[in-house]
């Protein structure tokens, strides 16, 4: 059983940055595939970002691509999202994602298990 606990949510001005974290726990952290998701109110969950196993495959959602910057430490068994010229749409909760499947996932469907979430406020 894998655990995921995403950190680093807050409140941000629009135009500002935040780090997302997400620590793993349980797993054989390399072997999956993770990935980032988030939610607004009234709004289906929406794909992010991706990341394979050994972090050389990257994959970003249309509307943050040039923004935003998924990374992975395996040693540390720990994933991050570097957001950068946060907009007020960007507001959501932050999830974080592991799947055991091969290769880069972008569905919520292929994967297994979820954090909790984090909340991100982006005020204009």
């Known amino acids: 059983q894998v655990q995921l606990v995403e950190s680093g949510g807050g409140l941000v001005q629009a135009g500002g940055s935040l780090r997302l974290s997400c620590a793993a726990s349980g797993g054989t952290f390399i072997r999956y595939a993770m990935g980032w998701f988030r939610q607004a109110p009234g709004k289906e969950r929406e794909f992010v970002a991706a990341?394979?196993?050994?972090?050389?495959?990257?994959s970003y959602g249309d509307s943050v691509k040039g923004r935003f910057t998924i990374s992975r430490d395996n040693a540390k068994s720990t994933m991050y999202l570097q957001m950068n010229s946060l907009k007020p749409e960007d507001t959501a909760v932050y999830y974080c994602a592991s799947s055991i499947l091969a290769g880069l996932q972008l569905a919520t469907r292929d994967y297994d298990y979820w954090g909790q979430g984090t909340q991100v406020t982006v005020s204009s």
């Open positions: 990341i394979t196993g050994a972090g050389i495959i990257k």
